[in-house]
């Protein structure tokens, strides 16, 4: 994180993974340090349910410095998850999903 509040706890910002499941899960928010939450909030093109797909397909028993997503933003290009946290979001994105809408 990029700095310390006066008490030494780390700062970051909570943001939400995607918004397609019909309930909150707390495995589907992220800390983020407050430029990347921006970056990730305001600049992120990668669509909410192709957020979803890509954390499913990836494999959560590879090396936990390879559970990777990446994402199309201007400069933090990729989101590394640990590996309890990405299956706990698989499981959220498996059971929680809201069905996309017919056009």
């Not at 499941?21 to 990730?40: D, G, Q, S, T």
């Not at 933090?76 to 590996?83: A, D, E, N, P, V």
Request: glycine share 2%.
């Amino acid at each position: 994180m990029p700095f310390s509040l006066p008490n030494g706890e780390e700062y970051f910002e909570a943001y939400q993974y995607t918004e397609v499941l019909e309930k909150e899960y707390e495995a589907n928010h992220l800390a983020l340090c407050p430029n990347c939450a921006a970056e990730f909030q305001h600049a992120c093109q990668t669509d909410e349910h192709e957020r979803a797909e890509l954390i499913l397909n990836v494999d959560p028993t590879v090396n936990e410095e390879d559970l990777i997503v990446y994402l199309d933003m201007p400069v933090h290009r990729q989101l590394r998850f640990t590996q309890r946290h990405l299956i706990d979001l698989q499981v959220a994105i498996k059971t929680g999903l809201k069905p996309i809408p017919s056009m």
